[in-house]
């Protein structure tokens, strides 16, 4: 089974505060992606990541960075933590193959409050 | 124009009942589907996984699509109360992005 772990399930941090969120994926896929999910918005997507060091804006990448030095982790940074970031973000992953893109596998998410 | 739309609900049915949800996407270059369940405060959970135009039925669940319509489904034959969850359509867009509707929230009650 593809496994998706994401390395907090909830965490509270102050307003200014450097975040880093953390998932790791044990089926070596290629594509691996940061979402927050909100209600009534749906899953946005905020960066992804085709390999190793590459990275893609997503639809609202503005407050964010993201990291990937290992093909199995990817992480999500948020620069300087504000009120509006408060949310649940998901992590995802999939393979990519000559046919295209595959199934896409989730974590658990983790739940951000910033106070 | 939302590149996917889909009823937010809720939806609520007996125990017993056929479900039927549906998402309409906007481009016709979109061409791998996927439902996900999502239980309260959980990530989604990989339901169907479709390519082509046609039904693919896994147990109580069967996706549909129609690409001539833009027109995806999932539907659940004899719904239980564990079926109570949100439902997200996805699809791969043709630049390689996985974008999804936002939810439908279906609750089965005994």
């Known amino acids: 089974d593809v496994k998706v772990t994401q390395s907090s399930r909830y965490l509270v941090k102050r307003t200014g505060e450097k975040v880093f969120l953390e998932c790791v994926q044990d089926?070596?896929?290629?594509?691996m992606f940061w979402y927050r999910q909100d209600p009534g918005l749906g899953l946005r997507l905020i960066y992804f990541?085709?390999?190793?060091?590459?990275?893609e804006k997503g639809d609202i990448p503005e407050g964010y960075s993201v990291s990937r030095e290992k093909k199995e982790r990817f992480s999500l940074i948020l620069e300087s933590a504000s009120t509006n970031q408060t949310s649940m973000y998901l992590c995802?992953?999939?393979?990519?193959?000559?046919?295209?893109?595959?199934?896409?596998?989730f974590g658990q998410g983790t739940r951000l409050t910033v106070v | 124009q939302k590149e996917v739309e889909q009823d937010p609900g809720p939806l609520s049915v007996p125990e017993g009942a056929i479900v039927s949800l549906n998402c309409t996407y906007s481009?016709?270059?979109?061409?791998?589907f996927m439902w996900y369940r999502q239980y309260s405060r959980k990530g989604p959970e990989l339901l169907m996984y479709?390519?082509?135009?046609g039904n693919k039925e896994d147990g109580r669940f069967t996706a549909q699509v129609d690409k001539s319509s833009k027109y995806i489904s999932l539907f659940i034959r004899d719904s239980q109360p564990s079926d109570s969850a949100t439902y997200l359509c996805?699809?791969?867009?043709?630049?390689?992005?996985?974008?999804f509707g936002t939810g439908t929230r279906l609750q089965v009650f005994p």
């Open positions: 995802a992953s999939s393979l990519f193959t000559l046919r295209g893109a595959t199934e896409a596998f």
């Open positions: 089926m070596d896929h290629e594509n």
């Open positions: 990541s085709y390999d190793v060091k590459m990275k």
């Open positions: 481009n016709s270059a979109f061409q791998y």
């Open positions: 479709t390519y082509s135009s």
């Open positions: 996805a699809m791969w867009t043709n630049t390689d992005k996985l974008i």
